[in-house]
């Protein structure tokens, strides 16, 4: 109990401080079926109870046209939670590692991701999309563009595209990984593993392998890091 507790005091604190919710919204929760898209959407159907501002959602699934990916837990979590569930077919596995045959798929899958999500949202009536990020995301993006690319930057918790006239909102910000870890397991929620060839095996994992070996020496490291963004003016923190 005190694990869902923590979970939805983090959601409704980091969206009363970016002003995430309005009353109206038609929200797209993006549910790839691991762990923290899966926290996500039942916390923000759980915050739908007492939070004062009404909201809707919708669950969007995208296959990725490779693997064997079995959507079948997330139907059931979504039919058990009371929430509308579309699974979007896309190719773009296919896409990208037989076409394409990239040697560094990450950043062109995630964008073709993103615009098939967006698509769908925008489909199913919805004007924001909500995505599982989590504060060691937002560490580890800001690690690797500053080790990678020279550049301090990390996504914000709040975006608008104009051109689609969404808000892309990350409710789960506050949110450490080791406690969506915790609030799955506690939930007994079954998670679906990825079908991406290469997970597990990129730069994300080598700066989240990085990270655990700093922290050794210095507990606060990724709270340093988390703080550093929140004071350096990075857009729309």
Known sequence: MFIIK???GYVRRAVQDYDMIQE???IAVGVSGGKDSLTLLVALRRLQHFFPIKYELEAVTLTM????FNTAPIRELCSEIGVNYTVEETLIGKII???R???NPCSLCANMRRGALHNVAKRLGCNKVALGHHKDDAIETLMLSLLYEGRISTFSPVTFLDRKELHLIRPLIYAQEKEIKGFIKSEGIRTVKSACHIDGKTKRQYIKDLLRELSIENRDVKNNIF???QRSHISHW
């Open 6 to 8: 923590q979970i939805l």
């Open 24 to 26: 109206g919204d038609r």
């Open 65 to 68: 046209g490779i693997g064997e």
């Open 97 to 99: 590692f037989e076409a």
């Open 101 to 103: 045959q990239e040697k």
């Open 227 to 229: 703080g550093a963004i």
